[in-house]
């Protein structure tokens, strides 16, 4: 059984920065995996952060291109968000997802098969 397990959230203040992890297990590899992170406010839908695809190709939500970057280690079965020049509006859950296919556009967070339980990342001004 595969499941996602994120790590690495915290407080921080604006301006610093963060690496979330997500290690996928019961899974050989995530070389033929798309990984995305997502992010929700409580009262507020989910929203798409940033994907990565088997082939290592990237996508990003436009309020996070140029400070949020999506990257995977296929031999430890991770993927990572390096998040810097955080902001107050940064502040949600992040989960990381997984599916055995390639990516689809961010808006359709149904697409993927599993999902961790989350990591809070709280960003003060």
């Known amino acids: 059984q595969v499941q996602v397990a994120e790590s690495g959230g915290g407080s921080v203040q604006a301006g610093g920065s963060l690496r979330l992890s997500c290690t996928v297990s019961?899974?050989?590899?995530?070389?033929?995996?798309?990984i995305g992170w997502y992010r929700q406010v409580p009262g507020q839908e989910r929203e798409g952060v940033a994907a990565?695809?088997?082939?290592?190709?990237?996508a990003y939500a436009d309020s996070v291109k140029g400070r949020f970057t999506i990257s995977k280690d296929n031999s430890k079965n991770t993927a990572y968000l390096k998040m810097n020049q955080l902001e107050p509006e940064d502040t949600a859950t992040y989960y990381c997802?997984?599916?055995?296919?390639?990516?689809?556009?961010?808006?359709?967070?149904?697409?993927?098969?599993?999902w961790g339980q989350g990591t809070q990342v709280t960003v003060s001004s």
């Open positions: 997802a997984t599916v055995p296919r390639s990516c689809v556009p961010l808006r359709y967070k149904h697409y993927f098969d599993v």
């Open positions: 019961g899974h050989i590899s995530l070389h033929k995996d798309c």
């Open positions: 990565i695809d088997s082939d290592g190709s990237t």
